[in-house]
């Protein structure tokens, strides 16, 4: 018997080691093959693939029974009822006989409740990327529907707005107070840092290229025209965009979620008026007197390098200052500084209105509260 027997040995291992041993199959004369089990398996240990059992299956003579032997199996979980699933599945397709007797009394029972309970068709997701026309258009699409919801509650912020200056809008001077103050005063750190080394290197590039010509003084009127006109204005929208504009979204969005704005729904109180006006008349308002603050600061840091560089005494470098920045440059300065402080207010309050109700869509209002942030992004499309 043992010289008309044909022993077919397959093995499965991780990188080729020996401590890694899934499965032996051999093949009687009789046609019964015999799949021995052995080692561990378990997530820990990688999944077995079945594809060399498959192609045995294929080969001739074909077995006409399988078996199994599990005297040295170790410990296993659903990576072995993985397995033999899929072999049941490839032994059925060729009318294989199975002898599951020998299996553990738990796996036999896992197996039985997978076939009890087939995979409907359908039920698996498959990821498949878009193609670029199709991202493009679903990208629009959204766009377009942002821009809709925007519009609209920018008309509802007008309208509170509207209602405030006549005297019949809903909101505490309480909370007013209070956004100003975190608006106000608890930004003028951060605006001072930045806005001084603004100043320290608007003046230090203007001054390496001013020495070249003679015209060193001129580095004041360089950094108190762009600190006036511009760079004040703009560095302290970023910054607010970045502090209190996401503040605001995040502030709201956590009340969504809690179910606060809705409280006041119930209650017959506009969240427009009592929410959101007191946030953006409280930014709107501190933006200028902000943008002021950043300007002297800069100022200040600009004089520091052209007496340290230039040697300009800091009485010349004021009658340069004063001389070079006129009234309407601080005029083109302050109304820009208004329009950013209620773009940026508008912008956080809207996303934090339409913050979803969920601790991740919070911090996804506060992270596009920025306009800064604010970008298409076509690649990231949902399926």
């Known amino acids: 018997m043992a010289a008309t027997q044909s022993t077919v040995s397959r093995r499965e291992g991780r990188h080729g080691t020996a401590a890694h041993k899934g499965w032996e199959a051999n ?56 397995f033999l699933t899929r072999l049941e599945a490839i032994v059925g397709e060729r009318g294989v006989e199975v002898d ?10 896992l197996i039985a409740l997978a076939r009890a309970v087939p995979e409907q068709v359908g039920t698996r997701r498959t990821l ?9 258009g679903a990208g629009s699409l959204s766009f377009f529907a942002s821009a809709a919801d925007f519009v609209t509650f920018l008309g509802e912020a007008i309208i509170g707005i509207g209602r405030l200056l006549i005297g019949k809008a809903r909101l505490r001077r309480s909370d007013l107070m209070l956004a100003i103050e975190d608006c106000g005063p608890d930004a003028l750190p951060i605006v001072a840092l930045t806005s001084f080394l603004i100043g320290l290197i608007l003046a230090f590039v203007g001054a390496v290229q001013f020495q070249r010509f003679g015209a060193a003084v001129y580095v004041a009127d360089l950094v108190g025209i762009g600190m006036v006109r511009e760079l004040g204005a703009m560095m302290t929208a970023i910054l607010m965009s970045g502090r209190t504009g996401a503040a605001f979204a995040a502030n709201l969005g956590t009340m969504q979620v809690g179910d606060e ?47 340290l560089m230039l040697d300009i005494t800091p009485l010349a470098y004021y009658n340069e200052t004063i001389g070079a920045v006129e009234m309407n440059d601080w005029a083109v300065g302050l109304v820009k500084a208004f329009l950013f402080g209620a773009v940026v207010a508008i912008v956080g309050c809207w996303r934090g209105m339409r913050c979803r109700r969920s601790a991740a869509a919070v911090g996804a209002a506060a992270t596009s509260a920025d306009p800064h942030q604010r970008r298409p992004r076509i690649a990231s499309v949902p399926h």
């Open 128 to 136: 498949q990327r878009p193609d670029l026309l199709t991202r493009v």
């Open 261 to 307: 704005v809705s409280a006041l729904l119930t209650l017959g109180i506009p969240p427009m008026e009592f929410l959101v006006l007191p946030r953006i008349v409280a930014l709107s308002l501190m933006m200028p007197l902000l943008t002021v603050f950043a300007n002297i600061v800069g100022m200040l840091g600009g004089m520091l390098i052209a007496a």
């Open 100 to 109: 599951r007797s020998a299996l553990p009394g738990g796996v036999e029972r």
């Open 27 to 82: 093949l009687s004369a009789a046609g019964e093959l015999r799949v021995r089990l052995f080692g561990d398996w378990v997530l820990a240990s990688g999944v077995r693939s079945s594809a060399e059992l498959s192609r045995r299956l294929s080969e001739t003579p074909r077995p006409t029974k399988i078996s199994f032997d599990v005297r040295e199996l170790g410990a296993w979980d659903n990576i072995l009822i993985d």
